[in-house]
């Protein structure tokens, strides 16, 4: 009577599980070309007549919970490299001051040449908004330097 199949058995059988040995090592490879590859956007500054103080303070708050707003004399008023109409404001600021569990600190970097007009108008805007931390930059704190986080 023959044996079927020969008397022999298969050593090996088909693996019923992805093997995950290397799945860290391709995460971390997949990390460092994100990060080697990925462009992070820096703020392009305006040329404006910065107005002159005597004395300054240092905003002392996390770098992503700052939003400046820039008037130039003309009433064009940008947000964070944005071309805002001043009666948009408010909408564009009140979801950013939520979003930031009401830490947000409004910067105003207005011109020296600007109508007050125009800065009074932006002021209205943050108030409807609901911003209550609001800063105006001038020149010197321009050359303060501020310490990085």
């Given at each position: 009577m023959p044996i079927r199949g020969g008397g022999f058995q298969r050593k090996s059988k088909a693996a019923s599980q992805?093997?995950?040995?290397?799945?860290?090592?391709?995460?971390?490879?997949?990390?460092?070309f994100f990060m080697v590859s990925t462009a992070f956007r820096t703020?392009?500054?305006?040329?404006?007549?910065?107005?002159?103080?005597?004395?300054?303070?240092?905003?002392?708050?996390?770098?992503?919970?700052i939003v400046h707003l820039w008037i130039h004399a003309d009433g064009q008023v940008w947000i964070n490299d944005q071309l805002v109409p001043i009666p948009q404001v408010s909408n564009v600021v009140a979801p950013l001051y939520v979003a930031t569990d009401r830490r947000l600190v409004v910067a105003i970097r207005g011109d020296r040449e600007a109508p007050y007009r125009f800065v009074d108008a932006v002021q209205k805007e943050l108030q409807e908004a609901g911003a209550v931390r609001v800063t105006f930059a001038t020149r010197l704190e321009q050359m303060v330097t501020r310490e990085v986080r």
């Open positions: 992805i093997p995950t040995c290397s799945m860290a090592d391709i995460a971390f490879l997949l990390l460092i703020e392009r500054s305006r040329i404006i007549a910065w107005p002159v103080a005597e004395a300054t303070e240092k905003i002392d708050e996390k770098r992503q919970n």
